[in-house]
């Protein structure tokens, strides 16, 4: 699998195992989407949501150009709950 980094890469790993997704390279100082779908030329945007917060973030540049960006691939939205500590 190709290095991902930040906050979010454990769940990103989870989603593309659990919906049998393909990685793309990881972080970028320019957009890339998460993952795509063997087979297919579709780019897969993976979000992610604590079921406590309930909340999606976006983008932290988020603005026209991502929503441009955004326009292009399809998104997964997950769900998942923290582990006690």
Do not use: H
């Not at 906050?7 to 195992?17: C, P, T």
């Not at 659990?18 to 579709?42: E, H, M, V």
């Not at 976006?58 to 998942?80: A, C, N, Y």
């Amino acid at each position: 699998m190709n290095k991902r980094v930040t906050q979010d890469d454990g769940r990103e790993r989870l989603q593309i195992k659990l919906f049998n997704l393909k990685p793309t390279q990881g972080r970028s100082n320019k957009y890339l989407p998460d993952a795509t779908i063997d087979g297919y030329a579709t780019p897969i945007e993976l979000k992610s949501s604590d079921v406590e917060k309930g909340k999606i973030s976006t983008s932290r540049s988020f603005g026209l150009k991502k929503i441009e960006e955004w326009k292009q691939v399809s998104f997964v939205f997950s769900q998942f709950e923290k582990s006690p500590a």
